[in-house]
């Protein structure tokens, strides 16, 4: 996924109220701006840190600028939240994610389950449905490992039981774990934030939601889907 402009650098002075944050540009000006990502953004936020900004020239939006690039522990991280459907789709037909590339059509943000939408559905006239759900992962606190969640999330847990719905009704599932930044090389469920969540992750797999995980390779200029992860859960039969 290439960005349509050049980012904008800038240093980072505060996040805040989840959607919002100020920073100082190369100019010297201070600016706020909107922030695509309400988690917690844990190691994300601290002062000082150099960023990159979108720019947006619409009359109806608030804020010129919005957060895209963090740079943490010397790499580059990825925040927006609103991009990962479209790298997913970019490593699916790359063929990183098993052989989901294999499949005839793709649609995306189709209802299923109770009340929600799937992030990704594959269909193929040979193979049958593949419902494939995307979440973002940017969190890192040991070299070379990525965790997701760095915070609860009821709705993750929700997601992962209508998965393995879906395997009971005789499709295939996907959870696709999507890591913003590429100095990581193995992926787990972080326990320790989210308990609940890794207990629903044990039991979708038991139920046979496959599970992959793909780093990027981030920049100014593009973020692009650069390789498969290793999941280090035991309970996984599809890696």
């Known amino acids: 996924m290439n960005f349509s402009r050049p980012l904008v650098p800038a240093t980072l002075v505060q996040r805040y109220k989840r959607f919002l944050f100020d920073a100082i540009l190369s100019d010297g000006r201070t600016i706020t701006g909107s922030c695509p990502n309400t988690g917690s953004m844990r190691g994300l936020t601290a002062a000082g840190s150099a960023i990159w900004l979108s720019e947006h020239d619409s009359a109806t939006r608030k804020y010129r600028h919005m957060l895209e690039i963090v740079e943490a522990d010397g790499t580059l991280v990825g925040i927006n939240t609103g991009l990962p459907n479209r ?69 993750g847990a929700k997601h992962l039981e209508e998965l393995g719905d ?56 593009q973020i692009i889907p650069a390789g498969r992860m290793t999941v280090d859960e035991p309970v996984l039969a599809v890696l």
């Open 87 to 155: 790298i997913a789709e970019e490593a699916i037909a790359a063929g990183l994610v098993g052989d989901l590339h294999t499949y005839e059509a793709l649609r995306r943000e189709q209802k299923y389950g109770r009340n929600s939408r799937i992030d990704i559905l594959l269909s193929d006239p040979a193979k049958g449905l593949a419902y494939v759900e995307v979440k973002n992962v940017h969190f890192s606190r040991a070299q070379g490992l990525a965790e997701f969640p760095d915070s609860p999330t009821q709705r």
């Open 166 to 221: 879906m395997v009971e009704a005789g499709h295939r599932a996907i959870m696709l774990y999507l890591v913003q930044r590429d100095d990581c090389d193995v992926f787990r469920i972080c326990r320790e934030l989210d308990p609940v969540y890794a207990r629903a992750f044990e039991r979708a797999a038991a139920r046979g939601v496959e599970a992959y995980a793909i780093k990027c390779a981030v920049s100014p200029s």
